[in-house]
């Protein structure tokens, strides 16, 4: 079974810094997507970002990137220029890939990590 | 599209009680998660269904807890009878397979067990 791991139960960065929240993860499997929600005081969780296992380059958007190492099993969060709205709860999720299909199965998330972002 | 639609938003019953969740996925997408989130243990994934059958339901609790998706456009998630400790909440998300994998959360119903 795949299992999903956040070490770190709270970050905290300066406004306008850059922090890194860390993510592992355990699979057999080759072929799987990875990614990073975001949940804020409101409940709801949002997509911040997301990495096909197959492609080596890793994922950016805007100030997010990640740090994606296959061999390790390590998928790594990075916030540049750190913002008041970026503090919520950071997930990191795995969903697998259905050998000899196009679809993609269990969507598992790791426990979570809060981050606080301060003024 | 109006998105993932959970309700209610927030449910207070007595112990003993049936409680019943429902969820409206997104239409056209074929996958759909229930997940319980807690403070002690997170986001846990407690079943889910690919074209409106359930292909694993391991992560339910005990049998107090019973998940059916009668159609492509709802699912429900009962407890009964409801315990204190089944206090959380609880999310549904869809999903396309095959084509994007991103899954679209609904806003969580809080369920409270008094």
């Known amino acids: 079974a795949q299992t999903v791991t956040q070490s770190q139960p709270e970050m905290s960065v300066q406004e306008a810094e850059t922090v890194t929240l860390s993510c592992t993860y355990d699979?057999?499997?080759?072929?799987?997507?990875l990614f990073w929600y975001k949940q804020p005081p409101s409940r709801q969780m949002i997509l911040v970002i997301r990495?096909?296992?197959?492609?080596?380059q890793n994922a950016t958007e805007n100030r997010f990137s990640v740090n994606f190492q296959k061999a390790a099993k390590s998928f790594s969060l990075k916030i540049s220029d750190s913002q008041l709205g970026d503090a919520a709860m950071y997930f990191c999720a795995y969903r697998r890939f259905i050998a000899g299909g196009t679809s993609y199965g269990k969507l598992t998330f790791g426990q979570g990590t809060i981050l606080t972002v301060h003024p | 599209d109006a998105g993932v639609i959970q309700s209610p938003r927030h449910e207070v019953t007595e112990m003993g009680q049936e409680v019943t969740l429902r969820c409206k996925p997104i239409?056209?997408?074929?996958?759909l998660f229930w997940y319980r989130q807690t403070m002690m243990r997170g986001l846990e994934l407690l079943i889910y269904f690919n074209n409106n059958v359930p292909i694993d339901d391991s992560g339910m609790p005990e049998d107090r807890f019973s998940a059916k998706m009668p159609n492509a456009s709802f699912s429900t998630l009962k407890i009964q009878p409801s315990e204190p400790r089944d206090s959380a909440v609880y999310f549904c998300?869809?999903?396309?397979?095959?084509?994007?994998?991103?899954?679209?959360f609904g806003q969580g119903t809080r369920l409270t067990v008094v």
């Open positions: 239409s056209g997408h074929d996958y």
């Open positions: 998300a869809s999903s396309l397979g095959g084509v994007g994998t991103e899954a679209f």
């Open positions: 699979t057999s499997e080759s072929d799987y997507y």
């Open positions: 990495q096909e296992a197959y492609k080596q």
